[in-house]
């Protein structure tokens, strides 16, 4: 069975940081693609940015240079470092993950990012 469970969500104000983690359980995480998405109240859930097993990045427009996604494939474990959040990242943000040979999704359940003042 396999379970991505996210955690590090949390109120900041803007301008503050965060670092979402995920851990992997029950896949072969060496041969997924892991990402990131993040859903905001009344829109739809959009792709934050992605990693292949080969170690190559990408990111949606408005976080790059801000965000930074990383993977441990010894602890089956991805991270989204945030810096220099705004108001406007406000979501519930989701782990992906989905086999290389794939296109079924895997999803956690989500964790809060509220950036205010």
């Known amino acids: 069975q396999i379970q991505l469970v996210e955690s590090g969500g949390d109120l900041v104000q803007p301008g503050g940081s965060l670092r979402l983690s995920c851990a992997a359980s029950?896949?072969?995480?060496?041969?997924?693609?892991m990402a990131w998405y993040r859903q905001a109240p009344g829109k739809q859930r959009e792709l934050v940015a992605r990693i292949t097993h080969g170690l190559t990045t990408d990111y949606e427009n408005s976080v790059k240079g801000r965000f930074t996604i990383s993977r441990d494939n010894a602890k089956n474990t991805v991270h989204l470092q945030m810096n220099s959040l705004r108001p406007e990242d406000t979501a519930v943000y989701y782990c992906?993950?989905?086999?290389?040979?794939?296109?079924?999704?895997?999803w956690g359940r989500g964790t809060q990012v509220t950036v205010s003042s």
């Open positions: 992906n993950a989905r086999y290389v040979w794939s296109e079924y999704d895997y």
């Open positions: 029950g896949i072969l995480f060496s041969s997924s693609i």
